[in-house]
């Protein structure tokens, strides 16, 4: 690839970047607010965990065929198409009277959120390298926490409260979000991102029929689900939702529930959004440069495993503290390796990299789901923690043996 051709790519993957860093603001703005969401609106306990969980719950049905219609439509309809769903989806939620109406816009962000999270890795697999797409992951996925902790950080205590409360701020990310698509579209073309996808793509496997004819989409999917090294991709990345949906969404209480102060328990959970943006950064680029991808699955999900010992056995003090960096760590590091492992597949590649990383996820939310529900019902059922991280820590075992299959399997 040439200099100018390498700026352009970076180019395109930036602004594309901007894209899932408007969806993760727009995604948590909710769980920000929520506590005042619940008051104002009235909703019970159910339904905020039922608005809180909508957005990954949508990933399980939709997730596969988002991925195939990303393979077809091409990344600037699409990648456009997912910004004014979850635009449009936002500002629906401020003008929102009850649970129907904010469970409807909230299910339809979850709409939009499957394009950008399919799209983003389909972009990445047709501007780069198979072995080189690990770092140009690594940014739209730093942008991705970036609008997570934007959300938390200065969402809910500084533009909220300057633009007037949570319904001003619901309606002007989504203005953004729509407004955005139209940039986006622009620079994908000013950038000439259909040029550069077929050269890229050019002396690599196509599609004679990238149609969206239900026999063209049927051998595709017949593809992706008898592949057996994508399986177990799906195995790991069912692992990393796993353990990463249960510790953000229960470490706070798990550390209150031992005598630590709300505001230095919310801390640690920044911690663990920290590690986990060193992971994304750290972990690809070392992986791509030793070529050993499938080993890097293998010690990061070691190093889940030791951080959730630290944090089992760590009380309040700094082993658990290590322990929380470590979870982070490895989180991190598995994120971009499931969306770039796949391009480099045989029998997938750039052309089915959209359905590839649709069916991880669409299988992979499951664990997302599972994760904080089994850490919540197993307190329930036994009055402790400590069973549910056992679990998240049972997952991280299972995510060795998978990397080692891979392994195993492709040399």
């Known amino acids: ?53 909508a957005v990954p719950l949508t990933y399980i049905p939709l997730a596969l065929f988002t991925g195939v219609a990303v393979d077809r439509i091409g990344l600037d309809y699409s990648l456009a198409a997912g910004l004014a769903i979850f635009g449009l989806a936002q500002i629906g939620r401020s003008l929102a009277t009850g649970f129907p109406s904010l469970l409807a816009c909230t299910l339809l ?18 501007l780069f390298p198979p072995a080189k797409t690990g770092f140009p992951s690594s940014i739209y996925l730093v942008g991705a926490a970036a609008g997570t902790a934007s959300a938390f950080a200065v969402g809910r205590p500084v533009v909220g409260p300057f633009l ?13 979000a729509v407004g955005y698509a139209a940039v986006w579209f622009t620079a994908a073309r000013a950038l000439s991102l259909e040029e550069a996808t077929a050269v890229h793509a ?17 051998r595709d999917v017949r593809t992706i689900l008898a592949h057996r090294e994508l399986r177990l991709v799906v195995v790991v990345g069912t692992v990393y939702l796993l353990v990463i949906h249960g510790m953000q969404g229960w470490l706070p209480t798990i550390l209150e529930a031992r005598g630590l102060d709300a505001g230095p328990a919310g801390r640690a959970t920044s911690l663990l959004i920290g590690a986990n943006v060193v992971g994304i950064l750290v972990v690809p680029t070392v992986a791509d440069r030793l070529e050993a991808r499938r080993g890097a ?11 959730l010992a630290g944090v089992l056995a760590g009380g309040i003090g700094s082993v658990m503290a290590a322990g929380v960096v470590a979870v982070g ?21 750039a052309r089915l990299t959209g359905t590839a990383v649709g069916f991880v996820f669409a299988v992979g939310e499951i664990g997302g789901f599972l994760g ?14 400590a069973p549910g991280l056992l679990v998240l820590a049972g997952g991280a075992v299972v995510a060795v043996g998978a990397g080692y299959a891979m392994q195993d399997a492709s040399g």
């Open 297 to 307: 699955v293998m010690t990061c999900g070691c190093v889940i495993f030791v951080g």
């Open 202 to 218: 050019s002396g690599r496997e196509r599609s004679e029929d990238a149609s969206l004819a239900p026999n063209s989409i049927g």
């Open 1 to 53: 690839m040439s200099e100018q051709g390498t700026l352009r790519a970076y180019g395109l993957v930036l602004t594309a970047t901007v894209s899932y860093t408007t969806l993760t603001f727009i995604w948590f703005t909710l769980p920000a607010y929520l506590s005042v969401i619940i008051e104002e609106v009235g909703l019970t306990g159910t339904q905020a965990g039922v608005l809180a969980g």
């Open 109 to 126: 962000i979850g709409v939009g959120a499957t394009v950008i999270t399919f799209g983003l890795p389909k972009l990445v697999s047709v």
């Open 372 to 385: 904080p529900v089994l850490i919540g019902t197993l307190r329930d059922l036994t009055g402790s923690f």
């Open 329 to 349: 760590f490895g989180v991190g590091g598995l994120s971009p390796l499931i969306r770039a492992i796949p391009p480099e597949l045989e029998g997938i590649g």
């Open 164 to 176: 007037g409360g949570w319904r001003p701020l619901f309606l002007w990310s989504g203005v953004f």
